[in-house]
């Protein structure tokens, strides 16, 4: 992409009503703009690094077996009295009349849809266990929102629920979602670590939230010292038992304030990190509690009835953008990681209108595009070379590749690293075989 040619509203001035950094320099790199209060406008560069969150998101829900559909954003307000949940959800609940006075609403959740879906649809326990996930907007009249997109009030939540025929099964479904939020946070490229997560009335010990640590989050986190180093496991066999894998984690302490238990802190003595975290993932096994009032149940072998037990499981995927520019950023602008990078180069041309120049630079630009390398070529002629510096790092492309005319004459470019700093001369011919080698 020719930077002449984008949309790429950079701010120059740090904006007043930004609070926390990734929320400053997701405005200062044009990546949104507030529509309303925790409304947003994805912009260009934005919406490019939410598509790569979210494909990262989709692709490790795939590997763990779930299966992607797609539900409405409005949704009637008769299945949410069916559960139960339609005066207690509350101010938050965005409600709304249609034309023929039928109550609606903006859903801030899908528990209720997805059971609706599967009760009228699936007849016989032969058809499970089935894991059904989205990736869809909610809507949530939050309170507060604040942080940018990291407290919305539309945002985008990739939400997954498993229906079993018992609560092992439930398990086994529920371990298969923690390990895919291990790999998925660990693409994007973020430490998220799972805790002990309230579970409300049901009980049980099986919620846990996943948290990435970062001074501005909103809770208060107390961890053993080892999860902050735990390898992340690689080749998965989904089909196999999880459950060692989900103990390895488990066991080493991990709580929010809400949950967190002070006595035993006591006793980690110099392995307690306390620190804040920011909410990017929630896992939940709640048995029974929609498919019981909602009438959600199977024949089984001997033609008995079976009350399905289910999990629900989000990942707060325009969140995560805020996220991880909480854990990933310096004095100059946003650290993109590779995954999840809106374009991996940036290609510099210091001196538009020198034919030299000129030809080096876009003869970089097609290669690089040839070669399937995303980048965005800055070719503005009314920018000096520093402002264009100062663009590439606010941005936080992987790689900054610098043509000018001195190293033209001589034959070679400059390739900078982004997250190290480091830069090198190197020639012209080897750009290419550099961008692919790291
Ligand atoms: P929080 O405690 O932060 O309000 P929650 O526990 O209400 O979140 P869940 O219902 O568990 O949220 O939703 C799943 C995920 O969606 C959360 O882990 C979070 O990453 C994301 N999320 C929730 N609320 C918001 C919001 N207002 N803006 C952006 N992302 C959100
Ligand atoms: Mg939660």
Known sequence: MRLSRYFLPVLKETPAEAQIVSHRLMLRAGLVRQHAAGIYNWLPLGHRVLRKVEQIVREEQDRAGAIEMLMPTVQTADVWRESGRYDDYGREMLRIVDRHDREMLYGPTHEEVITDVFRSMVRSYKDLPKTLYQIQWKFRDEVRPRFGVMRGREFLMKDAYSFDLDEAAARRAYNRMFVAYLRTFDRLGVRAIPMRAATGPIGGNLSHEFLILADTGESGVFVHRDLLNMQIPDAV??????????????????????????????????????????????????????????????????????????????????????????????????????????????????????????????????????????????????????????????????????????????????????????????????????????
């Open 237 to 438: 066999d989904f089909d196999g038992d999880l459950q060692p894998l989900v103990d390895s984690w488990t066991g080493p302490y991990a709580a929010t304030d809400e949950m967190h238990a002070p006595a035993l802190e006591a006793s980690l003595g110099e392995n307690l990190v306390s620190a804040r975290g920011i909410e990017v993932g929630h896992i939940f096994y709640f048995g029974t509690k929609y498919s019981a009032p909602m009438g959600c149940r199977v024949a089984g072998p001997d033609g008995q009835d079976i009350v399905l037990h289910m999990g629900s499981y989000g990942i707060g995927v325009s969140r995560l953008v805020g996220a991880i520019i909480e854990s990933s950023h310096d004095e100059n602008g946003i650290i993109w990681p590779e995954s999840v990078a809106p374009f991996r180069v940036a290609l510099i041309n210091i001196k538009p209108g020198d034919p030299s120049v000129d030809a080096v630079a876009d003869a970089l630009y097609a290669d690089l595009r040839n070669a399937g390398v995303d980048v965005l070529y800055d070719d503005r002629a009314d920018e000096r070379a520093g402002a264009k510096f100062a663009t590439a790092d606010l941005i936080g492309l992987p790689w900054h590749v610098t043509v000018g005319p001195k190293g033209v004459a001589a034959g070679y470019v400059e390739l900078k690293c982004r997250r190290t700093g480091e830069k090198r001369d190197v020639s012209v011919e080897s750009v290419l075989s550099h961008l692919t080698s790291v």
